[in-house]
């Protein structure tokens, strides 16, 4: 997210916090294996829901880049499915039969709800927490009568379920329960392959009780906050209202500080997920948790009981997982395909200051001679609110980082935006301007067409060469500084294509909760926007990652990419980005990266899986097969870097843990690698067309003179 200071404007930066719209549900049980309770908890509607409900759209829609037109029959009908998909987005919970008694009055249901009738709206609620409570008293009646689930069947699960269709009706949504049922089980076996066939039933019998006791717990809260967000998320995908509750987590957040691990999570049906690993933070440096894990279970020190978190609310998982700077925590997590991972992590202080700008010079030998490259990496533009804080600030830390390097007399420096997800556009304008000078970095136009030139003041100016190193996860601010070096041809950027997100929010305390609004649209200098487009690389590195898959883009309502009159023309010239280009491919083409066209056909293979088979025979044999493919990659990489090879997977798990330990500087990097060759590359193509134009000054003056 981009944000700039503004009067009575609270900020915050993007991925601060992931407000999890509350999934949960529902039901009473009795505990130690009595029959469950049928009678469904339900949920009753708060008097003031229709009055909040017209300021918040009022607000939004006076305050939005893009307002919605609500008188807008078209309009009004994505509210409702809109709201359905908030609920049960993987179609296990509301058949077809649920939704189709409700869709009649969705053209209805904005006015429903501006008039303070929530029936349509609580109706769904109740229906959605029903079958929760449903689906899990079948599964522990399943084990109650039959015991543990036959762990070896023909059947398959669909686990990408975002185009699922809906079980037509209750015996199909039955089957599926069913089929979910045994793919816990056989989950839980291949986690804690030791447990024996009565103690995985008592597990899942607690697991299933646990998650029904939280549904007893539903606020009236959540239900509104799950509607109204459902209905904010049709003016775009960062337009959001937080109650009390997630506000609080807000100004935690904006406190700078919080001792954790440095991840942030979403709450799902079953599991907590994690969202986005926070820059600077024990996961970030770890390197094992990666966005779309499921945690599975919540371990405390290195030797504590490793709990059961499965269905656990959101703020129950946190709980256990914040705790003591200096302190141990085990998660256990799950990947698609059930493949279990225990990750131990040391619990620190997460501060904005503590993903500050850092810098390093890089020795290396290229084309026959010695180089020395500077790179700073900068996680976050981030600056400080607070007066207690004193002077923080990614500018002037850049800036200082900058000075260092240019005593060290470099070659080039290198800025390194990858997984920095924006901040402060003030500092991206600073920092900007450390390598244009006194220029135009951004245009930013609201909703009324104004638009604002965003123009820095350069503490100093480097004229040293330099590049940019993005990635798909490069957002916003990053975006910001990377087209403005491209667009001036100041330097090249290197990676692959950025996230997309060319707008810009700001948060508001609204009642007793926060209001994030959409209110403008960033334009490059060339009059193009990186909004769901991204800022396209001069030389693109391979990545693992399907960029298709990644990026604003991947959202339905993000505002769309347009153009406006353009301020300044010019990029790096066609000849040198080609030749740029060919020079890449001729590197990764050598031996010493065949590993990496390997890794990414082995990433691009589990992506394209929508399906696990509901066998654990058949999921052992996928498992040690994927296992056996990673060892025999990284011995090829081992090789080429003069590594002794792997005996197995445990020595690979091993040497990644060690890897991990390391400081970044000396961890294997291919991409910062290719990265600096890239920029020595840019570096002679510009001495190499100096000297020719001060052959071709010389000959012209020789000729004038004779």
Same mark, same amino acid.
């Given at each position: 997210?981009?944000?700039?200071? /503004?009067?009575?404007? $609270?900020?915050?930066?993007?991925?601060?916090?992931?407000?999890?719209?509350?999934?949960?549900?529902?039901?009473?049980?009795?505990?130690?294996?009595?029959?469950?309770?049928?009678?469904?908890?339900?949920?009753?509607?708060?008097?003031?829901?229709?009055?909040?409900?017209?300021?918040?759209?009022?607000?939004?829609?006076?305050?939005?880049?893009?307002?919605?037109?609500?008188?807008?029959?078209?309009?009004?009908?994505?509210?409702?499915?809109?709201?359905?998909?908030?609920?049960?987005?993987?179609?296990?919970?509301?058949?077809?039969?649920?939704?189709?008694?409700?869709?009649?009055?969705?053209?209805?249901?904005?006015?429903?709800?501006?008039?303070?009738?929530?029936?349509?709206?609580?109706?769904?609620?109740?229906?959605?927490?029903?079958?929760?409570?449903?689906?899990?008293?079948?599964?522990?009646?399943?084990?109650?009568?039959?015991?543990?689930?036959?762990?070896?069947?023909?059947?398959?699960?669909?686990?990408?379920?975002?185009?699922?269709?809906?079980?037509?009706?209750?015996?199909?949504?039955?089957?599926?329960?069913?089929?979910?049922?045994?793919?816990?089980?056989?989950?839980?076996?291949?986690?804690?392959?030791?447990?024996?066939?009565?103690?995985?039933?008592?597990?899942?019998?607690?697991?299933?009780?646990?998650?029904?006791?939280?549904?007893?717990?539903?606020?009236?809260?959540?239900?509104?906050?799950?509607?109204?967000?459902?209905?904010?998320?049709?003016?775009?995908?960062?337009?959001?209202?937080?109650?009390?509750?997630?506000?609080?987590?807000?100004?935690?957040?904006?406190?700078?500080?919080?001792?954790?691990?440095?991840?942030?999570?979403?709450?799902?049906?079953?599991?907590?997920?994690?969202?986005?690993?926070?820059?600077?933070?024990?996961?970030?440096?770890?390197?094992?948790?990666?966005?779309?894990?499921?945690?599975?279970?919540?371990?405390?020190?290195?030797?504590?009981?490793?709990?059961?978190?499965?269905?656990?609310?959101?703020?129950?998982?946190?709980?256990?997982?914040?705790?003591?700077?200096?302190?141990?925590?085990?998660?256990?997590?799950?990947?698609?395909?059930?493949?279990?991972?225990?990750?131990?992590?040391?619990?620190?202080?997460?501060?904005?200051?503590?993903?500050?700008?850092?810098?390093?010079?890089?020795?290396?030998?290229?084309?026959?001679?010695?180089?020395?490259?500077?790179?700073?990496?900068?996680?976050?533009?981030?600056?400080?609110?607070?007066?207690?804080?004193?002077?923080?600030?990614?500018?002037?830390?850049?800036?200082?980082?900058?000075?260092?390097?240019?005593?060290?007399?470099?070659?080039?420096?290198?800025?390194?935006? /990858?997984?920095?997800?924006?901040?402060?556009?003030?500092?991206?304008?600073?920092?900007?301007?450390?390598?244009?000078?006194?220029?135009?970095?951004? $245009?930013?136009?609201?909703?009324?067409?104004?638009?604002?030139?965003?123009?820095?003041?350069?503490? $100093?100016?480097?004229?040293?060469?330099?590049?940019?190193?993005?990635?798909?996860?490069?957002?916003?601010?990053?975006?910001?500084?990377?087209?403005?070096?491209?667009?001036?041809?100041?330097?090249?950027?290197?990676?692959?294509?950025?996230?997309?997100?060319?707008?810009?929010?700001?948060?508001?305390?609204?009642?007793?909760?926060?209001?994030?609004?959409?209110?403008?649209?960033?334009?490059?200098?060339?009059?193009?926007?990186?909004?769901?487009?991204?800022?396209?690389?001069?030389?693109?590195?391979?990545?693992?990652?399907?960029?298709?898959?990644?990026?604003?883009?991947?959202?339905?309502?993000?505002?769309?990419?347009?153009?406006?009159?353009?301020?300044?023309?010019?990029?790096?010239?066609?000849?040198?980005?080609?030749?740029?280009?060919?020079?890449?491919?001729?590197?990764?083409?050598?031996?010493?990266?065949?590993?990496?066209?390997?890794?990414?056909?082995?990433?691009?293979?589990?992506?394209?899986?929508?399906?696990?088979?509901?066998?654990?025979?058949?999921?052992?044999?996928?498992?040690?097969?994927?296992?056996?493919?990673?060892?025999?990659?990284?011995?090829?990489?081992?090789?080429?870097?003069?590594?002794?090879?792997?005996?197995?997977?445990?020595?690979?798990?091993?040497?990644?843990?060690?890897?991990?330990?390391?400081?970044?500087?000396?961890?294997?990097?291919?991409?910062?690698?290719?990265?600096?060759?890239?920029?020595?590359?840019?570096?002679?193509?510009?001495?190499?067309?100096?000297?020719?134009?001060?052959?071709?000054?010389?000959?012209?003056?020789?000729?004038?003179?004779?």
């Amino acid at each position: 997210m981009t944000w700039r200071l /503004r009067p009575s404007v $609270q900020l915050l930066l993007l991925g601060a916090l992931i407000g999890a719209l509350s999934l949960s549900s529902l039901p009473g049980h009795a505990a130690g294996g009595k029959a469950v309770s049928e009678s469904w908890v339900q949920v009753a509607p708060d008097p003031e829901w229709g009055a909040l409900a017209g300021q918040i759209l009022t607000q939004v829609n006076h305050r939005h880049y893009r307002p919605v037109d609500w008188n807008d029959a078209e309009q009004r009908s994505k509210i409702f499915e809109a709201y359905i998909d908030a609920l049960d987005s993987g179609a296990t919970l509301l058949s077809a039969e649920d939704v189709q008694q409700y869709e009649k009055t969705s053209d209805y249901l904005l006015l429903q709800v501006l008039q303070g009738n929530f029936s349509t709206v609580l109706g769904v609620y109740n229906r959605y927490l029903e079958r929760q409570q449903e689906r899990l008293h079948h599964q522990i009646v399943q084990l109650e009568t039959n015991g543990l689930p036959s762990l070896e069947s023909d059947e398959h699960l669909l686990i990408d379920r975002d185009e699922a269709p809906r079980a037509p009706d209750d015996a199909s949504l039955q089957k599926l329960w069913e089929r979910m049922l045994r793919h816990d089980a056989i989950n839980l076996r291949m986690e804690e392959p030791d447990l024996s066939d009565q103690e995985i039933v008592e597990r899942l019998d607690k697991r299933y009780r646990t998650y029904l006791k939280r549904l007893e717990r539903t606020d009236a809260d959540d239900v509104f906050q799950t509607f109204i967000n459902s209905l904010l998320s049709l003016y775009d995908p960062h337009t959001a209202y937080f109650a009390q509750d997630d506000s609080e987590d807000f100004e935690i957040n904006m406190s700078g500080k919080l001792e954790g691990i440095g991840a942030l999570l979403r709450g799902d049906i079953d599991f907590v997920r994690i969202e986005e690993i926070s820059p600077g933070g024990p996961a970030q440096r770890d390197g094992r948790l990666q966005p779309g894990d499921r945690i599975s279970g919540v371990g405390q020190g290195e030797e504590g009981e490793m709990i059961d978190v499965a269905g656990w609310d959101i703020s129950e998982v946190v709980r256990r997982i914040r705790g003591t700077k200096g302190s141990t925590v085990r998660i256990r997590v799950l990947r698609e395909g059930g493949e279990s991972r225990e990750i131990s992590l040391v619990r620190d202080t997460i501060k904005l200051e503590s993903r500050n700008a850092s810098s390093r010079v890089v020795p290396l030998t290229y084309r026959d001679r010695e180089w020395k490259i500077g790179v700073i990496a900068l996680p976050s533009f981030y600056v400080s609110m607070r007066p207690e804080d004193g002077s923080i600030s990614a500018g002037a830390d850049v800036a200082r980082e900058l000075a260092v390097l240019e005593q060290a007399k470099v070659d080039g420096v290198l800025l390194d935006l /990858r997984y920095n997800s924006g901040g402060s556009l003030d500092e991206a304008t600073k920092i900007a301007g450390l390598f244009l000078g006194r220029r135009v970095v951004v $245009q930013v136009q609201q909703r009324s067409g104004s638009t604002v030139l965003e123009q820095n003041r350069p503490i $100093q100016t480097s004229r040293l060469p330099m590049g940019v190193m993005i990635n798909p996860f490069s957002a916003s601010a990053s975006e910001i500084v990377a087209a403005a070096i491209q667009d001036y041809a100041r330097g090249i950027v290197i990676g692959q294509r950025s996230h997309g997100k060319g707008t810009v929010q700001d948060v508001r305390f609204f009642g007793e909760g926060l209001l994030r609004v959409t209110f403008a649209k960033f334009f490059r200098i060339n009059g193009t926007t990186s909004q769901r487009r991204g800022v396209l690389p001069d030389v693109e590195l391979p990545t693992v990652h399907n960029t298709d898959e990644l990026g604003e883009r991947q959202y339905p309502t993000a505002l769309t990419s347009t153009v406006i009159a353009p301020l300044y023309r010019t990029a790096l010239s066609e000849p040198q980005r080609s030749e740029l280009q060919r020079l890449s491919r001729e590197r990764l083409e050598m031996p010493k990266y065949s590993w990496l066209k390997r890794q990414r056909e082995r990433y691009q293979t589990m992506r394209e899986r929508d399906t696990v088979p509901l066998s654990l025979s058949k999921r052992l044999a996928e498992r040690d097969t994927d296992r056996n493919l990673q060892v025999d990659i990284e011995n090829e990489r081992a090789q080429v870097n003069n590594r002794p090879p792997f005996a197995d997977f445990d020595a690979l798990e091993e040497w990644r843990t060690a890897e991990r330990a390391l400081d970044p500087e000396e961890r294997e990097d291919h991409e910062l690698e290719q990265a600096l060759h890239a920029l020595i590359d840019h570096v002679l193509w510009q001495r190499e067309k100096k000297s020719e134009a001060r052959v071709a000054a010389s000959s012209d003056e020789r000729e004038q003179r004779e």
